[in-house]
């Protein structure tokens, strides 16, 4: 099982950019993905999820009308499209699979005030 994020950079305020999390070593159409972000003396705190089978997003409420996930099943990719970004959504990005609790290496956001 293997989780690779990246899409991460710098940008300003008010800006997009498209994560997106590669996965291997699964299915991951009937699996469910999550991303979370962290920032230094924080905990992780979750930002979207993607539940398998359905693909029913929901979403933390700091992020609901601004992120969207997705996933392209055949491609074997998940990703959080983030747009209007705000310099409280700096951190780093990753994704986990959540049977087996597995997580990617994670990718750096940084939006510039």
């Known amino acids: 099982v293997r989780l690779v994020e990246s899409g991460g950079g710098l940008v300003q305020s008010g800006g997009s950019l498209r994560l997106s999390c590669a996965t291997s070593g699964f299915d991951l159409a009937s699996s469910t993905i999550k991303w979370f972000r962290q920032t230094p003396g924080k905990e992780r705190e979750w930002v979207a999820t993607?539940?398998?089978?359905?693909?029913?997003?929901y979403y933390a409420d700091s992020v609901e009308d601004r992120f969207t996930i997705s996933r392209d099943n055949a491609k074997s990719l998940v990703y959080l499209q983030m747009n209007n970004l705000k310099f409280e959504d700096t951190g780093v990005y990753y994704c986990?699979?959540?049977?087996?609790?597995?997580w990617g290496q994670g990718t750096q956001v940084t939006i510039s005030s």
């Open positions: 986990r699979r959540d049977r087996g609790n597995y």
């Open positions: 993607t539940i398998g089978i359905t693909g029913t997003p």
